[in-house]
């Protein structure tokens, strides 16, 4: 007997309906059945189903009980739901509205109701497809990396070479310039975290703005920190200032396009293939820094240009030292300007899904503080802190190492060259090895700098100095890309575990920046100090002995060690595993 309700229904919603009801006894669920019935048509159905269940069935009042904390069953039976009927039929909008509010004729049959807003939740293949990223989008995305590294490169093997021999100013001060500037870019990341978190999105984002309208003054702080200013007392102090701003602002570019990768797809993979299309293009920004950068200078650091190379005195500066490094830091200036063009045109931010979702976002502190106490987290920066720091001082001192402890200084644009060329080359593979194996396996190519780093320090011959560059180059790479593989997993991590307001990506990012530069800040200002309580002499054309093993001391035991823990501490407890279909799913309905 039909009941009065269930009169005038078609039939083929009924028996989806009555599927629905009987398969969620089994918790199997019809995997695309919907079925959204009038209110008095679904008690007549549940009652009528409820009342003769089948033999060895469980009665559906006994099998629909589940606890508040234990839904297992939500996405699916919504996503079931979504799919109800075609747009704009009643059945379609009654599937579409809270099952909470007053007033409400439709409820969800073979679910579990739960309030949600109206268009935040979609299906496995809906996510699937709307994750997809273009190959243009991911390489725009890619330039978008490639002017901080240029700079980037370009003050890490030239920097203290040009303050040391080409403005002369001692050791000393170097240090502070180095540390000065380092700190400040450290401290940068915090406030950039906290205003970026603070700002609402504008009509090209929440984060392009940032990146657009850093740009002109990072662009102005570079050409005025290779400038050599006609007034020689006080030189350190202008060093320092435009050091200062080029690193904070830096920051304010960096940390923005860091975190931007969290909101171009919500897919864990494509996430991963951007990353690697990032870092790609990153170590061509790398090439490019410092093979651009050290031809257009190589001028003025030519084996000749000291008369007497046993007199420890400063020796005269290049008369074109100063053009050339002029028209160096132009085209750096010209590539921030291009790159960021291309970066706005080419990208398109998504919404930040949990901007909608959760109304007011964490505030910054309190993020910080969670992010503080996230084990995964924890563990990627301690590690991480002492690798970076380790690539950072093999890159300040190689030049340095090549001019002064070595006599490989007409060598030393092949070398950086080499490096430069087997990094870019390597990070494609290596991202293969991430994909093949995970993320711990890459993490011993780390290790085959260490043995070589050591064999340069102790053979500083030619031969040997092109194989470790080589090998270097290649344990460069894994370094700078698996860090940014795995921060976004242990965001997924974190996000599974917490509930959160919009912006918490950008905590992550920035914090992480701000410990990395901050331990490369105290690492580099005690070695560069070191140099002067050895004797090192600006400008002079031969160094004392105490400044020959001090540089090889920081070009090879001191990486050596570094590595070494930072691989301890990294191999030490699970690394957070890459999100599943189903839990990127549900990491896009919670944001």
């Known amino acids: 007997m039909v009941p009065k309700d269930l009169r005038g229904l078609s039939l083929v919603n009924l028996v989806r309906c009555v599927s629905s009801e009987r398969n969620e006894t089994t918790n199997s669920g019809v995997s695309g059945f919907p079925c959204v019935l009038p209110l008095g048509a679904a008690a007549s159905l549940r009652a009528h189903t409820t009342s003769s269940p089948r033999p060895g069935r469980t009665h559906w009042a ?32 009654a599937a579409e509205a809270p099952l909470s509010q007053p007033g409400e004729q439709t409820v969800e049959m073979g679910s579990v109701s739960a309030k949600q807003g109206p268009g935040i939740m979609a299906s496995n293949k809906e996510v699937s497809r709307t994750g997809r990223l273009s190959f243009c989008t991911k390489v725009c995305y890619g330039f978008g990396g490639i002017p901080n590294q240029v700079a980037s490169s370009a003050i890490a093997f030239y920097l203290q070479l040009f303050l040391l021999d080409v403005a002369q100013i001692p050791a000393a001060y170097v240090s502070l310039v180095l540390f000065g500037g380092k700190v400040s870019g450290a401290a940068a990341d915090p406030v950039a975290g906290f205003f970026i978190n603070r700002s609402r999105r504008r009509g090209s984002g929440r984060l392009m703005p ?16 290779w400038f050599l200013p006609p007034f020689t007392s006080l ?7 435009f050091y200062c701003l080029f690193q904070a602002m830096a920051t304010f570019f960096q940390v923005p396009y860091t975190a931007l990768t969290m909101l171009l797809t919500p897919s864990p993979t494509e996430r991963d293939s951007a990353t690697a299309y990032r870092m790609t293009m990153e170590m061509v920004g790398t090439l490019m820094g410092a093979t651009v950068h050290g031809f257009i200078v190589s001028g003025a650091h030519r084996s000749n240009h000291c008369v007497d190379t046993e007199l420890p005195v400063p020796a005269a500066i290049s008369p074109d030292a100063t053009r050339l490094y002029s028209i160096a830091a132009a085209v750096v200036v010209v590539t921030y300007h291009v790159c960021s063009g291309l970066l706005c045109l080419g990208v398109k931010e998504q919404p930040d899904p949990s901007a909608s979702a959760s109304g007011q976002g964490l505030g910054f502190l309190a993020g910080l503080g969670l992010t503080a106490r996230h084990p995964p987290y924890l563990k990627l920066v301690v590690s991480f802190l002492f690798i970076s720091t380790a690539v950072q001082v093999e890159q300040s001192y190689l030049v340095l190492f090549c001019t002064h402890a070595s006599r490989l200084q007409d060598h030393v644009q092949n070398l950086v060259l080499i490096i430069l060329v087997s990094a870019v080359l390597s990070t494609p593979l290596w991202e293969w090895v991430l994909q093949r194996f995970g993320k711990r396996t890459p993490a011993f190519g780390i290790f085959m700098m260490v043995p070589f780093a050591i064999l340069l320090a102790a053979v500083p011959t030619a031969p040997v100095a092109y194989v470790v560059a080589f090998v270097s180059g290649v344990s460069t790479a894994v370094s700078l890309l698996l860090p940014w593989s795995i921060l976004p997993d242990v965001v997924d991590d974190f996000q599974l575990q917490h509930r959160h307001g919009p912006g918490l990506e950008t905590i992550f990012y920035a914090s992480y920046v701000f410990f990395t530069k901050l331990s490369g800040a105290g690492a580099l200002g005690i070695s560069t100090l070191s140099l002067q309580f050895a004797g090192y002499k600006a400008g002079a054309c031969k160094q004392a002995e105490e400044v020959v093993v001090t540089l090889k001391v920081l070009i090879g035991a001191v990486p050596t060690c570094m590595i070494l823990a930072g691989l301890c501490i990294l191999m030490v407890g699970p690394t957070p595993k890459v999100p599943s279909q189903d839990t990127s799913l549900q990491l896009s309905l919670r944001r």
């Open 210 to 225: 940032w990146m657009l309208g850093c740009t002109p003054f990072i662009a102005l702080a570079y050409f005025f920190l």
């Open 62 to 93: 006994e099998a629909t009980t589940p606890a508040d904390d234990d839904i297992q069953d939500y996405h699916r039976s919504w996503s079931c739901c979504m799919m109800a009927a075609p747009p704009g039929s009643p059945s379609a909008q």
């Open 235 to 241: 030189r350190g102090l202008w060093y320092t200032t």
